[in-house]
């Protein structure tokens, strides 16, 4: 099932995918207005105008049970706000709101449509949506060069001219006098942003290792994994590392192999002897900045286990459906008086905010995207048994992404970013391929 192009439709689709790790664009407009929030609503208006006007309300599977999901959070949310007991508490919610109609609004649109589009479609989607992945990382590798050179804040000359905002790059503290700098990009934060790149890594590193020798994408995407590496490395995240042993060990069940060949051991073998050079230059602050960092003693650390402390106390007051949609910062501060905080644990916010009812939905839309990605790795090995070329790359694609989804996990433990627009995306690419590549096997 197939519809005619709509260049109009499809440009607002990329320019939403493209942009939805870029958190510092955004406006105060009586609250944050984020760029990718405003292409998303016209995007959204665009496709339900095309689908009036050439009235098509035909949906496929993926896009008819991801709706359902949609209506089951939504009584959920609209349930939990007969717990809200304060004007902030219903500001809170209210915005949270906003953004949920909007992601998830997009969630289905977007299965929708790459179904409907196919194959190529697909592709470019993943393109766009780890291109503006990079773009974020090139932009932090320019804001970590000029802040270490200068000290100037690239942001102040680029964003803040856009956004009319203030924002700056990461200081962790300092070490001898100097600045210690952790790039965050165009995300705001260096944790996020090294959470963000895990998708990229984990998705792009197994369609490398399956290459061809003579494949022209193999050197761009040597290149492009071994950029997002370094910046993993600098963004110093302890989730964002704790994230990505988790996916090399899903990966490492198909392609153990694959990690004993020079292909992959030899460039990171050449960014690691780059990196131990830099390292021996300064070889004190490294190890001051690197203990820090492994220490869970600290204020920090503490702070990101003791939020699970607040479970149990909010579920012994509303059980079921929580506190409400975004709405642990309103209970922390009634609790600490700090009313800029957030839970540093998506589990914590889940059953903070939607109660038992919401985490239990949750799990069972992470089970829908498992299995997606199972009927996917299953699509990959029919076509491999058909001798279809297309074979070695959709396993590798499926495999990368099940990486992803569990690196995603494990680093949530102390983040929330699954809580992210780009965390819609990816979920929207891992239930639609099933549907995108099973047209390869009924023409096999």
């Known amino acids: 099932m197939r519809s005619e192009r709509q260049p109009f439709v499809d440009g607002l689709f990329f320019a939403t995918v493209a942009t939805v790790t870029f958190e510092k664009v955004h406006w105060s407009v009586g609250g944050d207005l984020a760029l990718s929030d405003v292409l998303t609503f016209l995007f959204l208006v665009a496709f339900a105008l095309s689908r009036i006007e050439h009235l098509d309300g035909r949906f496929n599977r993926a896009a008819a049970i991801t709706f359902g999901f949609f209506l089951a959070f939504l009584a ?38 790459v179904a409907r589009r196919g194959e190529r479609f697909f592709w470019w989607t993943l393109t766009a949506f780890c291109g503006g992945i ?43 006098g100097a600045n210690v700098y952790r790039p965050n990009g165009i995300t705001g934060d260096p944790n996020h942003l090294a959470i963000e790149l895990l998708v990229p890594l984990l998705i792009l590193l197994p369609i490398y290792l399956r290459l061809e020798k003579a494949d022209r994408l193999r050197w761009p995407l040597m290149l492009t994994l071994m950029l997002l590496f370094v910046v993993e490395l600098a963004t110093f995240s302890r989730s964002g590392l704790l994230g990505l042993f988790f996916g090399l060990l899903v990966l490492a069940v198909p392609y153990r192999h694959l990690f004993l060949r020079p292909r992959f051991y030899a460039p990171l073998s050449a960014l690691f002897l780059v990196v131990a050079v830099v390292v021996s230059q300064r070889a004190g602050f490294f190890e001051t900045v690197l203990r820090t960092r492994v220490d869970t003693s600290g204020r920090g650390t503490s702070t990101h286990f003791v939020v699970y402390e607040f479970i149990p106390d909010v579920l012994s007051q509303h059980p079921l459906f929580g506190l409400g949609l975004n ?42 995207l498992f299995k997606r ?38 680093s949530n433990f102390f983040y929330l970013t699954m809580s992210f627009y780009y965390f819609f995306v990816f979920a929207m690419l891992a239930i639609v391929a099933p549907a995108v590549f099973a047209r390869r096997l009924r023409h096999a």
């Open 134 to 176: 990079v773009f974020n990382v090139l932009y932090g590798i320019i804001q970590l060069g000029v802040a270490q050179t200068t000290g100037m804040n690239l942001d102040s000359a680029v964003l803040s001219p856009i956004t009319r905002g203030a924002s700056q790059i990461n200081i962790y503290g300092a070490v001898e």
């Open 373 to 410: 990605l199972a009927a996917g790795r299953e699509i990959g090995r029919r076509l491999s048994a058909a001798g279809d070329e297309l074979a070695v790359h959709v396993r590798p694609l499926e495999w990368g992404m099940t990486a992803a989804l569990v690196a995603t996990m494990a």
């Open 327 to 368: 709405n642990f910062s309103v209970y922390y501060e009634f609790v600490t008086g700090r009313n800029n905080f957030g839970p540093h644990s998506f589990y914590v916010a889940l059953f903070v905010e939607s109660g038992l009812v919401g985490a239990l939905l949750f799990v069972a839309f992470l089970a829908y």
């Open 76 to 113: 959920v949310y609209l349930i939990g706000f007969f717990n809200l007991e304060t004007a902030a508490a219903l500001a809170q919610w209210a915005k949270g709101m906003v953004k949920f109609l909007l992601h998830f609004g997009f969630l289905f649109a977007a299965v929708a449509l």
